[in-house]
């Protein structure tokens, strides 16, 4: 399985239509830039259908928005995790908040990531979620309050108390899930909050995919990362 | 909040037709009858049509088999915590095998039974899941490997390790949970067997619930826990 | 199975908090004193625990306000088919915009409703989806635009179109169902200006459930009806 | 939207692991062959991961195997009708056996579909639910009786009178709608027995994606429709 350096910065492209098809490869290649500039890792979450020919364009890590908790056979309209796999993806985000999933399902899934060799980042939407989450041993724990989902307001500086409050009951239950955050993030100074916070990272999507300049966006958010692993 | 008295034997009526109507306030009478002469907790969870006729007959505890994560209004078709709490049920079963609930679904879920004074059996199938769980902080957790429900063999005769496993598990995230096992239990012997493996007591549906005669079921069941109790 | 005399008032209950155990109750007592006074039908869809009490409370049509599409069996949390109507049900809404199902559950929902004698009154959302559920032959069908549920903006009044629409496309596919409309009705002349319409009564829920006085809101309804009865 | 020649053989590569990926596209590539050769239409329904890649390597209909109800936007996981679009699908399968929908769902997606300029070919069980559809005006319906899909049991052999029966019911309601049947076709004398009923062509999956030899066993079946053709 692919080793993924935190800080990460994972922009999950929804069904946005700002980034389908072509312009998914683009994002994906702006991403790419400023991830080499800047030595942050930037991962991105495009449409199934453009998984293929977003990781065959780029050399970042890319992931899948969903799996489903099958094995190759007759499951018509669902998503195989190997399928995904084949096409590039190295993860799977999880339990989306638009995308919730049953207790049982997410533990089947995680076990079928693994045996594939996904990774998966378990999306929650509080602490004790996320702490029963953290038991199912997923590679990641994304905490996104859904009440800032697509708000502008950065959970990282809204709501920390969320945040400080899942990476010490994720901790309890296991001390080695890395913890993201999410909801809400779209400037430097939010990515900056999160990492200061004990978070390894942030998931996005609009803060970057319906930015008018990528780069700029990109650039804004990994040079925060990049300020505050030089401040370690 | 209704306390309980370990051990619990409690019976799931599921939507068998042995059990519809007046027969399950006989059968809730006869589990009354056994939980009076052996003094071992017999619960009864009739399908919700039956709850207040049952709540109404006997003086045992009385569990509903499902909650929707819901508060009061526009929620047509859906099981309102609220009013399986007025029809005279102290608690429910939640996330059964058969009725499988999304990991937010069963923490709101949860939620609101504490709101409403509902005591939350908390179904799971395998030990990762119930220690996932045990950090939503339910009141029990029923743990029932899906393949042997309804078949007869025991689960704690046939694979006492997933009940020691999930013991283990469960109390690390969470010490003061008991834990009940189901699936297979129709004999007094798997009770015993399921009490000294460090349960609280056990689950089960069509061991009692299709018995020919359910006063003698439930009381090899009961005799059995009676044992356990007094060789301690 | 009963037969339903029309014009039919039809008030579903909901999850609504006012009218839960003892109040659910007084509220078909009301329906069934104006039902008694005007000579017009009025039913009443209360929660599933409630059914058993109401329906023995009065001599009104009781309906469930869901079905699950299960025989008698291993279906822990589910709506049997055969316990709503041992509880006294007459028949159920089905596919309510709060409870929406699969198009093969609701084939499968009305041949078991048939098979155990149950009137189903299948809701729907647009006409085309009304013609739909006409081919699958359900007692009734009830056309709610959702967007009007709810807010006292009566669709009788408000969308006539939808209304008439779907009696046309109904009576294409399946000449003998009687269709009644939903969404927004609060008053009598909502009532009156449905039935001119063709339609053969109304499914209403808030504008009955949450009236300070129920039996004047009832009677300003059925006194409506009686007066577009009077004037065939 | 693309028009499509009849009699059609459409094959659903479902999940299976012989048809991700390279193979994917191999498989479609030996359809095209055999549809050159033969002159019967032959379309392909690859997995969402695999369809820009097959789209852009041949010359025949690609479907997408399901699409949701939605517009481009926030919904993370789910598939977005311009995106299967976009990636070169000309229409998608919608409700299969392994994929039900709920009633207002189809009508959404179709609606979606006919936006994007998408094909739906609407997949259905029984006579009745058939007619349901139809009245959703699909462009296609395929009727599967779930029984007999993966048996190699062919229902245009084993029960003709289903697609009789549905052929009827289908015309009835919307006599323009073209029908084609599904489960069990594995050979060419059932894809002739079918178009004999009156269907339009066959969707299957496990006869042609399991065989061995792919383009010999496609060659038997679109032979068969070729002998139909100039037999008529």
Redesign the interface.
Known sequence: MAKIEYPLILV?Y????QA??KKAVELARAAEKVSKETGITIGVAP???????VAEAVDIPVFA??IDP?T?????????P???K??GAIGT?L?????????????ECIKRAKEVGLIVVLC???P??S???????PDMIAIEPPEL??TGVAVSKAKPEVITSTLE?VR??NPNIPVLCGAGITKGEDVYAALKLGTKGVLL??GVVKAKDWEKALLDLANAARKWVEGR
Do not use: M, W
């Open positions: 999950n929804k069904t946005y239509e389908i098809g449409q199934f259908t453009d998984i293929a020919r928005q969903h099958i190759p056979g007759a499951h018509t309209g669902h998503i195989l190997e399928a995904v084949e096409a985000l339990n989306h908040s638009e995308c919730r999933l049953r207790l049982d399902v997410i533990h929650t939407n509080v004790e979620v702490a029963a989450g953290a038991a199912l041993n989902i697509g009951l309890k239950v999507a609009s």
